[in-house]
Protein backbone atom coordinates (compact mmCIF):
# COMPACT_ATOMS: atom_id res chain seq x y z
CA UNK A 1 0.00 0.00 0.00
CA UNK A 2 2.80 2.48 1.57
CA UNK A 3 5.09 1.38 -1.58
CA UNK A 4 2.19 2.03 -4.58
CA UNK A 5 1.35 5.01 -3.10
CA UNK A 6 4.77 6.37 -2.83
CA UNK A 7 5.79 5.00 -6.24
CA UNK A 8 3.20 7.44 -7.66
CA UNK A 9 3.80 9.92 -5.92
CA UNK A 10 7.67 9.89 -7.20
CA UNK A 11 6.44 9.71 -10.57
CA UNK A 12 3.73 12.67 -10.26
CA UNK A 13 6.85 14.62 -8.52
CA UNK A 14 9.09 13.94 -11.67
CA UNK A 15 6.00 14.88 -14.06
CA UNK A 16 6.09 18.14 -12.11
CA UNK A 17 9.22 19.13 -12.50
CA UNK A 18 9.36 18.15 -16.25
CA UNK A 19 6.46 20.29 -16.39
CA UNK A 20 8.24 23.40 -14.15
CA UNK A 21 10.93 23.41 -16.53
CA UNK A 22 9.61 23.59 -19.61
CA UNK A 23 6.78 26.71 -18.49
CA UNK A 24 9.70 28.36 -16.74
CA UNK A 25 11.32 28.23 -20.43
CA UNK A 26 8.35 29.25 -22.01
CA UNK A 27 8.48 32.24 -19.42
CA UNK A 28 11.96 33.07 -20.60
CA UNK A 29 11.88 32.45 -24.33
CA UNK A 30 8.74 34.28 -24.73
CA UNK A 31 7.35 36.59 -21.94
CA UNK A 32 4.31 35.30 -21.03
CA UNK A 33 3.19 35.19 -17.36
CA UNK A 34 4.48 33.19 -14.82
CA UNK A 35 1.21 31.85 -13.24
CA UNK A 36 1.28 28.54 -14.80
CA UNK A 37 5.09 27.65 -14.08
CA UNK A 38 3.93 28.84 -10.71
CA UNK A 39 2.07 26.74 -10.26
CA UNK A 40 3.84 23.55 -11.39
CA UNK A 41 6.75 25.02 -9.06
CA UNK A 42 4.22 24.54 -6.11
CA UNK A 43 3.23 20.84 -7.42
CA UNK A 44 6.96 19.63 -7.54
CA UNK A 45 7.45 21.05 -4.23
CA UNK A 46 3.65 19.38 -2.74
CA UNK A 47 5.35 15.82 -4.25
CA UNK A 48 8.75 16.31 -2.67
CA UNK A 49 6.43 16.83 0.79
CA UNK A 50 4.04 13.86 0.55
CA UNK A 51 7.10 11.04 -0.98
CA UNK A 52 8.64 12.27 2.72
CA UNK A 53 5.73 12.25 4.23
CA UNK A 54 4.54 8.85 3.56
CA UNK A 55 8.29 7.45 3.82
CA UNK A 56 8.47 8.94 7.35
CA UNK A 57 5.19 7.31 8.35
CA UNK A 58 6.02 4.08 6.78
CA UNK A 59 9.30 4.05 9.42
CA UNK A 60 7.37 5.58 12.58
CA UNK A 61 4.56 2.63 11.53
CA UNK A 62 7.13 -0.03 10.81
CA UNK A 63 5.99 -0.93 7.73
CA UNK A 64 8.41 -3.64 6.95
CA UNK A 65 6.82 -4.14 3.02
CA UNK A 66 8.31 -1.21 2.15
CA UNK A 67 12.67 -2.04 1.46
CA UNK A 68 13.33 1.14 2.88
CA UNK A 69 12.04 0.29 6.35
CA UNK A 70 13.26 -3.30 6.40
CA UNK A 71 16.60 -2.23 5.78
CA UNK A 72 17.44 1.25 8.36
CA UNK A 73 14.02 0.61 10.85
CA UNK A 74 13.51 -1.44 13.94
CA UNK A 75 10.94 -1.77 16.53
CA UNK A 76 13.81 -1.19 19.04
CA UNK A 77 14.81 2.21 17.84
CA UNK A 78 13.82 5.36 19.82
CA UNK A 79 11.12 7.66 18.03
CA UNK A 80 13.90 9.89 18.01
CA UNK A 81 15.82 7.98 15.73
CA UNK A 82 13.25 6.65 13.81
CA UNK A 83 12.00 9.57 12.39
CA UNK A 84 15.78 10.71 11.73
CA UNK A 85 16.17 7.43 9.90
CA UNK A 86 14.70 9.10 7.26
CA UNK A 87 18.31 10.71 5.90
CA UNK A 88 19.79 7.59 7.66
CA UNK A 89 20.61 5.92 4.52
CA UNK A 90 20.91 6.91 0.54
CA UNK A 91 17.20 6.09 -0.43
CA UNK A 92 15.70 8.22 2.04
CA UNK A 93 18.34 11.09 2.48
CA UNK A 94 17.45 11.68 -1.71
CA UNK A 95 14.15 12.45 -0.66
CA UNK A 96 15.04 15.17 2.03
CA UNK A 97 17.28 16.69 -0.90
CA UNK A 98 14.50 16.78 -3.03
CA UNK A 99 11.93 18.60 -0.54
CA UNK A 100 14.81 21.41 0.10
CA UNK A 101 15.55 21.68 -4.08
CA UNK A 102 11.39 22.25 -4.19
CA UNK A 103 11.81 24.85 -1.25
CA UNK A 104 14.32 26.76 -2.47
CA UNK A 105 12.63 26.78 -6.01
CA UNK A 106 9.22 27.93 -4.84
CA UNK A 107 10.66 30.94 -2.66
CA UNK A 108 12.87 32.16 -5.81
CA UNK A 109 9.80 31.62 -8.17
CA UNK A 110 7.66 33.71 -5.73
CA UNK A 111 10.00 36.46 -5.44
CA UNK A 112 9.48 39.59 -7.37
CA UNK A 113 10.33 39.10 -10.93
CA UNK A 114 13.97 40.11 -12.11
CA UNK A 115 15.36 39.60 -15.87
CA UNK A 116 17.18 36.53 -15.22
CA UNK A 117 14.38 35.25 -12.58
CA UNK A 118 12.67 32.67 -15.71
CA UNK A 119 16.27 31.21 -16.85
CA UNK A 120 17.50 30.20 -13.46
CA UNK A 121 13.64 28.84 -12.66
CA UNK A 122 14.23 26.61 -15.58
CA UNK A 123 17.95 25.83 -14.48
CA UNK A 124 16.76 25.07 -10.91
CA UNK A 125 14.08 22.88 -12.87
CA UNK A 126 16.73 20.87 -14.47
CA UNK A 127 18.30 20.00 -11.24
CA UNK A 128 15.54 18.89 -9.30
CA UNK A 129 14.29 16.76 -12.68
CA UNK A 130 17.53 14.76 -12.54
CA UNK A 131 17.01 14.34 -9.04
CA UNK A 132 13.45 13.26 -9.55
CA UNK A 133 14.55 11.11 -11.92
CA UNK A 134 17.85 9.84 -10.25
CA UNK A 135 15.30 8.76 -6.77
CA UNK A 136 12.73 7.49 -9.20
CA UNK A 137 14.48 5.31 -11.17
CA UNK A 138 17.95 3.96 -9.19
CA UNK A 139 17.45 5.04 -5.96
CA UNK A 140 13.45 4.77 -4.90
CA UNK A 141 12.95 3.79 -1.41
CA UNK A 142 9.24 2.66 -1.87
CA UNK A 143 10.16 -0.89 -3.54
CA UNK A 144 8.44 -3.45 -1.59
CA UNK A 145 9.91 -6.51 -0.67
CA UNK A 146 8.53 -10.20 0.11
CA UNK A 147 7.97 -11.81 2.22
CA UNK A 148 7.85 -9.16 5.02
CA UNK A 149 10.70 -10.10 7.20
CA UNK A 150 9.39 -9.98 11.47
CA UNK A 151 11.91 -6.83 11.88
CA UNK A 152 14.50 -4.36 10.67
CA UNK A 153 18.23 -3.95 11.88
CA UNK A 154 17.42 -0.39 12.79
CA UNK A 155 19.66 2.90 11.12
CA UNK A 156 23.35 2.27 11.27
CA UNK A 157 24.19 2.23 14.97
CA UNK A 158 26.75 5.47 14.29
CA UNK A 159 23.39 7.75 13.36
CA UNK A 160 21.89 6.65 16.40
CA UNK A 161 25.01 7.48 19.36
CA UNK A 162 23.96 11.22 19.13
CA UNK A 163 20.96 13.39 19.05
CA UNK A 164 23.17 15.54 16.43
CA UNK A 165 21.74 13.21 14.00
CA UNK A 166 18.65 15.10 13.66
CA UNK A 167 20.25 18.37 12.77
CA UNK A 168 23.88 17.59 11.26
CA UNK A 169 22.35 16.71 8.14
CA UNK A 170 19.61 18.74 6.96
CA UNK A 171 21.60 21.64 7.93
CA UNK A 172 24.27 20.15 5.78
CA UNK A 173 21.85 19.73 2.88
CA UNK A 174 20.26 22.72 3.16
CA UNK A 175 24.05 24.42 2.38
CA UNK A 176 24.59 22.61 -0.28
CA UNK A 177 21.40 22.73 -1.65
CA UNK A 178 21.50 26.28 -1.41
CA UNK A 179 24.01 27.28 -3.93
CA UNK A 180 21.92 26.06 -6.64
CA UNK A 181 20.07 29.51 -6.48
CA UNK A 182 23.66 31.35 -7.22
CA UNK A 183 24.31 28.89 -9.97
CA UNK A 184 21.12 29.03 -11.69
CA UNK A 185 21.81 33.08 -11.64
CA UNK A 186 25.15 32.19 -13.18
CA UNK A 187 23.81 30.24 -15.95
CA UNK A 188 20.99 32.06 -16.82
CA UNK A 189 23.48 35.65 -17.09
CA UNK A 190 25.20 32.90 -19.22
CA UNK A 191 22.73 32.05 -21.40
CA UNK A 192 20.81 35.49 -21.56
CA UNK A 193 24.72 37.07 -22.29
CA UNK A 194 23.75 39.95 -19.54
CA UNK A 195 26.52 38.97 -16.89
CA UNK A 196 26.53 42.66 -15.64
CA UNK A 197 22.59 42.34 -15.08
CA UNK A 198 23.29 39.97 -12.13
CA UNK A 199 21.89 41.31 -9.21
CA UNK A 200 24.99 41.60 -6.35
CA UNK A 201 21.87 41.53 -3.64
CA UNK A 202 19.92 38.52 -4.39
CA UNK A 203 23.05 36.45 -5.20
CA UNK A 204 24.56 37.72 -1.77
CA UNK A 205 21.61 36.72 0.06
CA UNK A 206 21.32 33.47 -1.10
CA UNK A 207 25.34 32.46 -1.17
CA UNK A 208 25.47 34.00 2.69
CA UNK A 209 22.28 31.88 3.31
CA UNK A 210 23.94 28.67 2.25
CA UNK A 211 27.37 29.27 3.51
CA UNK A 212 25.80 29.83 6.87
CA UNK A 213 23.96 26.80 6.68
CA UNK A 214 27.10 24.70 5.39
CA UNK A 215 29.41 26.48 8.50
CA UNK A 216 26.46 25.54 10.91
CA UNK A 217 26.56 21.63 9.16
CA UNK A 218 30.20 21.38 9.27
CA UNK A 219 30.95 22.11 12.38
CA UNK A 220 28.19 20.29 13.71
CA UNK A 221 29.65 17.20 11.35
CA UNK A 222 33.47 17.97 13.29
CA UNK A 223 31.38 18.13 16.42
CA UNK A 224 29.58 14.55 16.03
CA UNK A 225 32.74 13.20 14.71
CA UNK A 226 34.49 14.03 17.65
CA UNK A 227 31.89 12.77 20.50
CA UNK A 228 30.80 9.49 18.28
CA UNK A 229 33.26 8.45 16.48
CA UNK A 230 35.74 7.54 19.35
CA UNK A 231 39.23 8.17 17.59
CA UNK A 232 39.43 11.97 19.32
CA UNK A 233 39.92 14.29 16.34
CA UNK A 234 37.34 16.02 14.54
CA UNK A 235 38.89 16.46 11.31
CA UNK A 236 41.00 14.52 9.28
CA UNK A 237 41.22 15.33 5.60
CA UNK A 238 38.54 12.23 4.58
CA UNK A 239 37.14 12.31 1.20
CA UNK A 240 34.08 12.96 2.34
CA UNK A 241 34.97 15.63 5.01
CA UNK A 242 36.90 17.23 1.90
CA UNK A 243 33.64 17.35 0.04
CA UNK A 244 31.97 19.69 2.29
CA UNK A 245 35.21 21.88 2.52
CA UNK A 246 35.39 22.76 -1.34
CA UNK A 247 31.89 24.31 -1.69
CA UNK A 248 32.37 26.20 1.25
CA UNK A 249 35.84 27.66 0.34
CA UNK A 250 34.87 28.93 -2.94
CA UNK A 251 31.20 30.13 -1.73
CA UNK A 252 33.43 32.03 0.59
CA UNK A 253 35.91 33.45 -2.26
CA UNK A 254 31.98 34.42 -4.04
CA UNK A 255 31.46 36.52 -0.92
CA UNK A 256 34.11 38.56 -0.89
CA UNK A 257 34.44 39.20 -4.59
CA UNK A 258 30.50 40.21 -5.03
CA UNK A 259 31.50 42.26 -1.96
CA UNK A 260 34.34 43.57 -4.03
CA UNK A 261 32.19 43.89 -7.01
CA UNK A 262 29.49 45.60 -5.58
CA UNK A 263 31.85 48.60 -5.06
CA UNK A 264 33.55 47.94 -8.55
CA UNK A 265 31.38 46.97 -10.90
CA UNK A 266 34.36 44.44 -12.10
CA UNK A 267 35.13 40.92 -11.35
CA UNK A 268 31.73 40.03 -13.28
CA UNK A 269 33.32 36.99 -14.99
CA UNK A 270 35.19 35.99 -11.34
CA UNK A 271 31.61 35.96 -10.03
CA UNK A 272 29.55 34.09 -12.59
CA UNK A 273 32.71 31.34 -12.19
CA UNK A 274 32.62 30.91 -8.59
CA UNK A 275 28.98 30.43 -8.46
CA UNK A 276 28.39 27.73 -11.09
CA UNK A 277 31.83 26.44 -9.32
CA UNK A 278 30.67 26.40 -6.00
CA UNK A 279 27.19 24.44 -7.03
CA UNK A 280 29.37 22.09 -9.00
CA UNK A 281 31.66 20.97 -6.25
CA UNK A 282 28.34 19.88 -4.29
CA UNK A 283 27.49 17.73 -7.14
CA UNK A 284 31.06 15.96 -7.01
CA UNK A 285 30.90 15.95 -3.41
CA UNK A 286 27.70 14.33 -4.32
CA UNK A 287 28.76 11.65 -6.45
CA UNK A 288 31.72 11.35 -3.99
CA UNK A 289 29.23 10.89 -1.21
CA UNK A 290 26.75 8.25 -2.55
CA UNK A 291 28.46 6.33 -5.62
CA UNK A 292 30.79 4.60 -3.30
CA UNK A 293 33.64 5.71 -5.45
CA UNK A 294 35.11 6.54 -1.91
CA UNK A 295 35.71 4.65 1.35
CA UNK A 296 34.49 6.73 4.28
CA UNK A 297 32.71 6.55 7.62
CA UNK A 298 30.99 9.33 6.49
CA UNK A 299 30.12 7.64 2.87
CA UNK A 300 27.11 6.00 1.77
CA UNK A 301 27.56 2.27 0.48
CA UNK A 302 28.31 1.34 -2.72
CA UNK A 303 24.95 2.12 -4.93
CA UNK A 304 24.27 2.45 -8.64
CA UNK A 305 24.14 5.90 -8.56
CA UNK A 306 27.53 6.52 -9.15
CA UNK A 307 27.32 6.45 -13.26
CA UNK A 308 24.04 8.75 -13.57
CA UNK A 309 26.00 11.14 -11.01
CA UNK A 310 29.05 11.18 -12.76
CA UNK A 311 27.62 11.49 -16.13
CA UNK A 312 25.28 14.35 -14.91
CA UNK A 313 28.23 15.91 -13.06
CA UNK A 314 30.41 16.01 -16.18
CA UNK A 315 27.58 17.22 -18.44
CA UNK A 316 27.34 20.03 -16.18
CA UNK A 317 30.94 20.76 -16.09
CA UNK A 318 30.95 20.99 -20.00
CA UNK A 319 28.02 23.36 -20.16
CA UNK A 320 29.69 25.85 -17.58
CA UNK A 321 32.88 25.87 -19.10
CA UNK A 322 31.34 26.24 -22.49
CA UNK A 323 28.77 28.93 -21.77
CA UNK A 324 32.24 30.62 -20.17
CA UNK A 325 34.60 29.83 -23.52
CA UNK A 326 31.32 31.59 -25.78
CA UNK A 327 30.86 34.70 -23.41
CA UNK A 328 34.62 35.05 -22.73
CA UNK A 329 35.05 37.66 -25.10
CA UNK A 330 32.60 40.33 -23.64
CA UNK A 331 33.84 43.21 -22.05
CA UNK A 332 34.26 43.84 -18.46
CA UNK A 333 33.88 47.07 -16.68
CA UNK A 334 36.95 47.89 -15.09
CA UNK A 335 37.72 50.26 -11.89
CA UNK A 336 41.03 48.99 -10.10
CA UNK A 337 41.44 49.84 -6.60
CA UNK A 338 44.44 50.50 -4.99
CA UNK A 339 46.46 47.79 -4.35
CA UNK A 340 46.42 48.23 -0.43
CA UNK A 341 42.17 48.92 -0.35
CA UNK A 342 39.90 46.89 0.59
CA UNK A 343 38.52 45.91 -2.36
CA UNK A 344 42.03 44.82 -3.76
CA UNK A 345 42.64 42.68 -0.27
CA UNK A 346 39.16 40.82 -0.51
CA UNK A 347 39.87 39.86 -3.99
CA UNK A 348 43.40 38.31 -2.94
CA UNK A 349 41.78 36.39 -0.53
CA UNK A 350 39.22 35.12 -2.90
CA UNK A 351 42.03 34.61 -5.30
CA UNK A 352 43.39 32.18 -1.93
CA UNK A 353 40.37 30.61 -1.17
CA UNK A 354 40.33 29.17 -4.47
CA UNK A 355 43.86 28.24 -4.61
CA UNK A 356 42.92 26.17 -1.40
CA UNK A 357 40.12 24.54 -2.88
CA UNK A 358 42.18 23.73 -5.59
CA UNK A 359 44.78 22.04 -3.40
CA UNK A 360 42.36 20.07 -1.46
CA UNK A 361 40.26 18.92 -4.77
CA UNK A 362 43.50 17.76 -6.37
CA UNK A 363 44.05 15.33 -3.15
CA UNK A 364 40.74 14.17 -2.70
CA UNK A 365 40.92 13.26 -6.52
CA UNK A 366 43.83 12.21 -6.93
CA UNK A 367 43.39 8.29 -5.94
CA UNK A 368 40.02 8.02 -7.63
CA UNK A 369 42.25 9.39 -10.92
CA UNK A 370 45.33 6.85 -10.24
CA UNK A 371 42.70 3.82 -10.00
CA UNK A 372 40.87 4.74 -13.25
CA UNK A 373 44.20 5.29 -15.06
CA UNK A 374 46.33 2.87 -13.44
CA UNK A 375 44.29 0.46 -11.56
CA UNK A 376 46.24 0.64 -8.60
CA UNK A 377 44.99 2.11 -5.38
CA UNK A 378 46.69 5.51 -4.23
CA UNK A 379 46.28 7.23 -1.00
CA UNK A 380 46.82 11.05 -0.11
CA UNK A 381 47.18 11.50 3.97
CA UNK A 382 46.60 14.24 6.23
CA UNK A 383 50.57 15.38 5.64
CA UNK A 384 49.26 16.34 1.96
CA UNK A 385 47.11 18.65 3.35
CA UNK A 386 49.02 19.92 6.01
CA UNK A 387 51.52 20.90 4.37
CA UNK A 388 50.09 22.47 1.31
CA UNK A 389 46.57 23.84 2.54
CA UNK A 390 47.73 24.60 5.94
CA UNK A 391 49.95 27.66 4.70
CA UNK A 392 47.23 29.03 2.45
CA UNK A 393 45.09 29.12 4.96
CA UNK A 394 47.73 31.31 7.37
CA UNK A 395 47.61 33.92 4.29
CA UNK A 396 44.08 34.27 4.80
CA UNK A 397 44.41 35.26 8.15
CA UNK A 398 46.85 37.56 7.59
CA UNK A 399 44.67 39.39 5.04
CA UNK A 400 41.54 38.77 6.53
CA UNK A 401 42.58 40.89 10.26
CA UNK A 402 43.84 43.69 7.38
CA UNK A 403 40.99 44.45 5.59
CA UNK A 404 38.54 45.64 8.13
CA UNK A 405 40.82 48.32 8.77
CA UNK A 406 41.29 49.56 5.37
CA UNK A 407 39.27 52.10 3.50
CA UNK A 408 37.20 51.52 0.48
CA UNK A 409 38.53 52.70 -2.41
CA UNK A 410 42.02 54.36 -0.52
CA UNK A 411 44.96 53.59 0.14
CA UNK A 412 45.92 52.20 3.37
CA UNK A 413 47.09 54.00 7.03
CA UNK A 414 49.85 52.04 8.21
CA UNK A 415 48.91 53.15 11.78
CA UNK A 416 45.48 51.43 11.78
CA UNK A 417 47.57 48.01 11.30
CA UNK A 418 49.96 48.78 14.50
CA UNK A 419 48.07 47.64 17.62
CA UNK A 420 47.03 44.48 15.79
CA UNK A 421 50.52 43.51 14.96
CA UNK A 422 51.80 43.96 18.16
CA UNK A 423 49.04 41.69 19.73
CA UNK A 424 49.93 38.89 16.99
CA UNK A 425 53.75 39.73 17.93
CA UNK A 426 53.26 39.47 21.73
CA UNK A 427 50.65 36.71 21.40
CA UNK A 428 53.56 34.45 19.28
CA UNK A 429 56.24 35.62 22.01
CA UNK A 430 54.23 34.48 25.27
CA UNK A 431 53.42 31.18 23.68
CA UNK A 432 56.97 30.57 21.98
CA UNK A 433 58.36 30.96 25.80
CA UNK A 434 55.92 29.07 27.21
CA UNK A 435 56.41 26.14 24.81
CA UNK A 436 57.47 24.79 21.38
CA UNK A 437 54.54 24.60 19.52
CA UNK A 438 55.73 24.17 16.02
CA UNK A 439 55.92 26.56 13.54
CA UNK A 440 52.02 26.22 12.13
CA UNK A 441 50.60 26.62 15.54
CA UNK A 442 52.72 29.49 16.60
CA UNK A 443 51.69 31.29 13.66
CA UNK A 444 48.25 30.33 14.05
CA UNK A 445 48.36 31.66 17.43
CA UNK A 446 49.83 34.81 16.49
CA UNK A 447 47.17 35.85 13.75
CA UNK A 448 44.23 34.80 15.79
CA UNK A 449 45.74 37.44 18.12
CA UNK A 450 46.20 39.77 15.09
CA UNK A 451 42.73 39.23 13.41
CA UNK A 452 40.70 39.70 16.99
CA UNK A 453 42.71 42.27 18.03
CA UNK A 454 42.23 44.42 14.57
CA UNK A 455 38.17 43.11 14.33
CA UNK A 456 38.03 44.94 17.91
CA UNK A 457 39.42 48.18 16.84
CA UNK A 458 37.13 48.12 13.63
CA UNK A 459 34.18 47.92 15.66
CA UNK A 460 35.27 50.56 18.34
CA UNK A 461 36.21 53.25 15.77
CA UNK A 462 33.33 53.16 14.07
CA UNK A 463 30.27 51.88 15.34
CA UNK A 464 29.07 48.79 12.54
CA UNK A 465 25.63 48.44 10.97
CA UNK A 466 24.28 45.12 11.71
CA UNK A 467 24.86 43.86 8.39
CA UNK A 468 28.87 44.95 8.96
CA UNK A 469 28.42 43.49 13.04
CA UNK A 470 27.75 40.09 11.46
CA UNK A 471 30.76 40.23 9.03
CA UNK A 472 33.12 41.22 12.24
CA UNK A 473 31.54 38.42 14.37
CA UNK A 474 32.16 35.90 11.57
CA UNK A 475 35.63 36.82 10.73
CA UNK A 476 36.14 36.42 14.80
CA UNK A 477 34.37 33.26 14.66
CA UNK A 478 37.20 32.03 12.16
CA UNK A 479 39.92 33.11 14.24
CA UNK A 480 38.83 31.61 17.41
CA UNK A 481 38.49 28.36 15.19
CA UNK A 482 42.16 28.63 14.18
CA UNK A 483 43.25 29.17 17.88
CA UNK A 484 41.10 26.00 18.94
CA UNK A 485 43.01 24.06 15.87
CA UNK A 486 46.32 24.86 16.88
CA UNK A 487 46.02 24.37 20.51
CA UNK A 488 43.98 21.22 20.12
CA UNK A 489 46.93 20.17 17.24
CA UNK A 490 50.16 21.00 19.04
CA UNK A 491 49.36 20.02 22.54
CA UNK A 492 46.86 17.15 22.86
CA UNK A 493 48.26 14.31 24.82
CA UNK A 494 47.55 10.94 24.79
CA UNK A 495 48.26 7.55 26.11
CA UNK A 496 47.22 4.15 25.51
CA UNK A 497 47.23 1.32 27.95
CA UNK A 498 45.78 -2.43 29.13
CA UNK A 499 44.53 -1.85 32.59
CA UNK A 500 43.79 -4.44 35.25
CA UNK A 501 40.84 -3.24 37.76
CA UNK A 502 42.78 -1.24 39.89
CA UNK A 503 45.33 0.35 37.68
CA UNK A 504 46.07 3.66 36.45
CA UNK A 505 46.82 5.54 33.13
CA UNK A 506 48.31 8.97 33.21
CA UNK A 507 48.09 11.73 30.40
CA UNK A 508 49.17 15.01 31.04
CA UNK A 509 48.13 15.98 34.42
CA UNK A 510 45.11 13.66 34.17
CA UNK A 511 45.02 9.93 35.61
CA UNK A 512 42.38 7.32 35.41
CA UNK A 513 41.88 4.54 37.38
CA UNK A 514 39.94 1.38 36.12
CA UNK A 515 37.25 0.41 38.74
CA UNK A 516 34.86 -1.83 37.04
CA UNK A 517 33.66 -2.94 33.73
CA UNK A 518 29.99 -3.98 33.07
CA UNK A 519 28.76 -6.18 30.66
CA UNK A 520 24.77 -5.77 29.79
CA UNK A 521 22.66 -7.34 27.08
CA UNK A 522 19.41 -6.13 25.82
CA UNK A 523 17.26 -6.45 22.75
CA UNK A 524 19.44 -5.47 19.73
CA UNK A 525 22.86 -4.34 21.33
CA UNK A 526 25.31 -5.54 23.70
CA UNK A 527 27.69 -3.24 25.71
CA UNK A 528 30.45 -3.53 27.84
CA UNK A 529 30.76 0.06 30.07
CA UNK A 530 33.93 0.80 31.80
CA UNK A 531 34.01 2.86 34.84
CA UNK A 532 37.03 4.94 35.34
CA UNK A 533 37.67 7.59 38.52
CA UNK A 534 39.41 10.83 37.32
CA UNK A 535 42.21 12.40 39.15
CA UNK A 536 45.18 15.14 38.97
CA UNK A 537 43.44 18.09 36.82
CA UNK A 538 40.39 16.23 36.53
CA UNK A 539 38.12 14.98 39.12
CA UNK A 540 35.14 12.84 38.95
CA UNK A 541 34.24 9.56 36.49
CA UNK A 542 34.51 8.96 32.97
CA UNK A 543 32.24 5.55 31.44
CA UNK A 544 33.34 4.89 27.76
CA UNK A 545 31.97 2.00 26.52
CA UNK A 546 31.93 -0.48 23.66
CA UNK A 547 28.74 -1.52 22.15
CA UNK A 548 27.86 -4.27 19.40
CA UNK A 549 24.95 -4.73 17.28
CA UNK A 550 24.51 -8.07 16.08
CA UNK A 551 22.14 -7.34 13.98
CA UNK A 552 24.54 -5.22 11.67
CA UNK A 553 27.56 -6.71 12.70
CA UNK A 554 28.82 -3.49 14.15
CA UNK A 555 30.88 -2.76 17.11
CA UNK A 556 30.76 0.91 18.25
CA UNK A 557 33.75 2.40 20.93
CA UNK A 558 31.18 5.32 22.53
CA UNK A 559 33.46 8.25 24.16
CA UNK A 560 33.05 9.63 27.15
CA UNK A 561 34.09 13.36 27.36
CA UNK A 562 34.48 15.46 30.36
CA UNK A 563 34.82 19.15 29.73
CA UNK A 564 37.41 21.88 31.13
CA UNK A 565 37.91 25.29 30.64
CA UNK A 566 41.34 24.27 29.65
CA UNK A 567 39.71 20.90 27.45
CA UNK A 568 38.68 17.99 27.19
CA UNK A 569 39.40 14.75 28.92
CA UNK A 570 38.59 12.20 26.30
CA UNK A 571 38.47 8.52 27.38
CA UNK A 572 37.61 5.82 25.01
CA UNK A 573 37.72 1.61 25.82
CA UNK A 574 39.28 -0.18 23.00
CA UNK A 575 38.52 -3.70 24.26
CA UNK A 576 37.61 -5.74 27.62
CA UNK A 577 37.62 -9.12 28.67
CA UNK A 578 35.39 -11.70 28.94
CA UNK A 579 35.52 -12.06 32.64
CA UNK A 580 35.00 -8.04 32.90
CA UNK A 581 38.93 -7.72 34.80
CA UNK A 582 40.62 -5.98 32.28
CA UNK A 583 40.30 -3.25 29.62
CA UNK A 584 42.74 -1.79 27.48
CA UNK A 585 41.55 2.28 27.70
CA UNK A 586 42.81 5.48 25.76
CA UNK A 587 43.17 8.72 27.99
CA UNK A 588 43.27 11.99 25.92
CA UNK A 589 43.69 15.65 27.03
CA UNK A 590 42.39 17.98 24.16
CA UNK A 591 43.51 21.50 25.21
CA UNK A 592 40.89 24.31 23.92
CA UNK A 593 38.87 21.95 21.57
CA UNK A 594 36.15 23.76 23.04
CA UNK A 595 36.97 26.55 20.87
CA UNK A 596 36.34 25.11 17.43
CA UNK A 597 32.91 24.67 18.14
CA UNK A 598 32.49 27.97 19.57
CA UNK A 599 34.53 29.84 16.49
CA UNK A 600 31.79 27.81 14.17
CA UNK A 601 28.60 28.91 16.24
CA UNK A 602 30.22 32.29 15.77
CA UNK A 603 31.03 32.15 12.47
CA UNK A 604 27.36 30.78 11.48
CA UNK A 605 25.84 32.99 13.77
CA UNK A 606 27.50 35.89 12.35
CA UNK A 607 26.73 35.11 8.73
CA UNK A 608 22.86 34.42 9.32
CA UNK A 609 23.49 38.48 11.34
CA UNK A 610 24.45 40.00 8.39
CA UNK A 611 22.07 38.24 6.38
CA UNK A 612 19.28 40.07 7.95
CA UNK A 613 17.38 42.72 5.89
CA UNK A 614 16.30 45.84 7.92
CA UNK A 615 13.45 48.03 6.44
CA UNK A 616 15.44 50.82 4.27
CA UNK A 617 14.32 54.71 5.47
CA UNK A 618 15.90 55.82 1.60
CA UNK A 619 13.68 56.21 -1.01
CA UNK A 620 13.82 53.51 -3.42
CA UNK A 621 16.22 54.55 -6.29
CA UNK A 622 15.42 53.00 -10.23
CA UNK A 623 18.91 52.01 -11.29
CA UNK A 624 19.12 53.13 -15.35
CA UNK A 625 18.76 50.49 -17.61
CA UNK A 626 22.05 49.36 -17.95
CA UNK A 627 23.37 49.62 -14.31
CA UNK A 628 24.68 46.72 -12.61
CA UNK A 629 21.76 45.42 -10.99
CA UNK A 630 18.15 44.84 -12.88
CA UNK A 631 14.93 46.35 -11.79
CA UNK A 632 13.08 44.41 -9.13
CA UNK A 633 16.59 42.87 -7.61
CA UNK A 634 16.42 43.06 -3.81
Not at 146 to 158: F, Q
Not at 255 to 282: E, M, P
Not at 335 to 340: D, G, H, I, K, M
Not at 508 to 525: I, K, N
Amino acid sequence: MTGGAGNIVLGAGLVAAVATTLLWSRVALLGVPARLARAATWATLAMAAAASGLLEAALIGHDLSVRYVAENGGRDVPLYYTVTSLWAALDGSLLLWLLILSGCAVVLGSRRADPLRPYAMAVVGVVTVFFFALTYFAANPFTEVSPVPADGPGPNPLLREHPAMGVHPPLLYAGYIGMVVPFAYGVAALLAGRTDRLSVGLMRRWTLAAWALLTAGITMGAWWSYAVLGWGGYWAWDPVENASLLPWLTATALLHTLAARRRTGALQSWTVALACGSFLLVLIGTFLTRSGAVASVHAFTASPLGPMLLGFVLISVAVVLGLLVWRSDRPEPTRPAPLLARESVMTGNAVLMVAMAAIVLTGTLFPLLVQAVQGDTATVGPGYFNRSAVPVALLVLLLMGVAPLLRADRPADPRRLGLPAAAGLGAAGVVGLLSRPGVPPLAAFALGAYVLTGLLQAAVRQRPSLRRSGWLLAHAGIAVVAIGVAASSAYTVSTERQLTVGETVIASDVTARLVQVDRTARRGEMSSRVRLELGGGANGRSEPALRYYPARDLTVSVPAIRSRISGDVYTTVLATTPDGTEATVRLAVNPLVGLVWLGGALTALGAATAAIRLPSRRRARVPAPDAAEPVGAA
